[in-house]
């Protein structure tokens, strides 16, 4: 965002990790950001720590904490209430990063408590889907269940008074796709804060909030995100003057293109991210979106903003006469300038791509998370799919969701042990005589059915 010259429109950052040597990372990586804000940036991080190495990847090791962890989550909610205050304006836009470890549940927890306090923001989950065997296995038998009862669902009344259950649209992200992650990371940043930049100086294309609202009911809970870098340059030219004669100039040329042209280069590039076949350009394993969809594109440029406004008219002129619209009806794509690299000098051209995933071709999780969930029926005829479909695995050992899924109080626990205590007995009570003899409940022998 800083990159972008949008990190004014971060109101606050949170990070929940009960493990000390990720706070502290945490706190090093977001020092020299807090000192370039002048202290305006607040980074919440928690006050409790339950155990110095975190939950190591138990998704129900909290609950003996529940107690301090929901205080001290309490705190936290508060500090970002106070800096809306302090800034006059309550969040439009709430991202939300969510992993399947041992801090899976308790997302749910601070998600359900942000919504109870901002109730108006639009809220973009963004899903990174494991790779490794032992939160895959956590996902699939229990986290991915507390996903949808906390966070994948929302209550809505509708026109006719009657309360309905919709859901958030939410970001699928895949670390399986590289042994890399930083890198994913980079590609992931890049977009939404591309997204930030093209939409905040466009009139006709509204703020990424109302984007991501708008996008969510058409895209059914899912979206979908590609990137694509291509390094640029500062080259000398010759040019010829009609009143100077020739003289040289200075142009910035694309270096791994053999047009090297900068407008042509990037026409070609708008083509290239819009391809079905390039999904090494996505964040997840996933199909790609029909050709009239509703899609988002922002071209990120390291030029100064004054010259973007000649390079875009000949862009679209390009675009023009290749019937690019055509194509694409329903993409809506701007400028915006930037440079997402350490150094000045190291210059590149992104081009990031926001589009919703097609339910024919995504019906659950498991479809993102490859072939080897291959076992997993899904019911067939779901009038809708995708997160708040309540079409999660089966249950586990018998309990119900809200025991296996939601955070259940010792005392919660106690109570439901004596209802199924009391019902056992009851049961009992109605096929023996209670003295454990084999005699019926009629007192003659008898079995009573």
Known sequence: MGEAGVLDRVQSLMMYDCNQGTIDSI????????????GQLPVILPGFLPKVDGFLRDPNAYKDFYGLIHRDMERMVDTVARRSEEVGSPPQLILEWLGFGGHAKLGGVLHEMMVERFPEATYLPIVLTPSEPVLKENMRRETWGAYEETIGIRQSMNSQGEIEYLRYPALITDNSLSLNYERLDDKLAIALASMEAGMRYQVDSGSMSETVASFGDYSNGWFGVRVLNRRVDITDTRQRSRLLGPFSGREVVVVNDSAKHLPFSIKSAMWDILDPK????QLAKHGFVAGDAVMRMVIVLPIEPA?????ESDVRDQLAREDFDLAYPNLMWSFASANFQHSPDDRHLHVSLLFPLQTDDIRSITDIMGADNAYVTIPGGLEYTGFGSRRFLPQMNGHDP???????SRGQQIKIERERSRAVAQERRQFTNGYENGVGGNGNGSYRP
Do not use: F, H, K
């Open 27 to 38: 706190d090093n990586e977001t020092r020299a950001m807090r000192r370039v804000q002048g």
């Open 402 to 408: 809200e025991t296996q899924y939601g955070y259940v």
């Open 278 to 281: 390039r999904s090494d350009l």
């Open 307 to 311: 010259g973007i406004r000649e390079i």
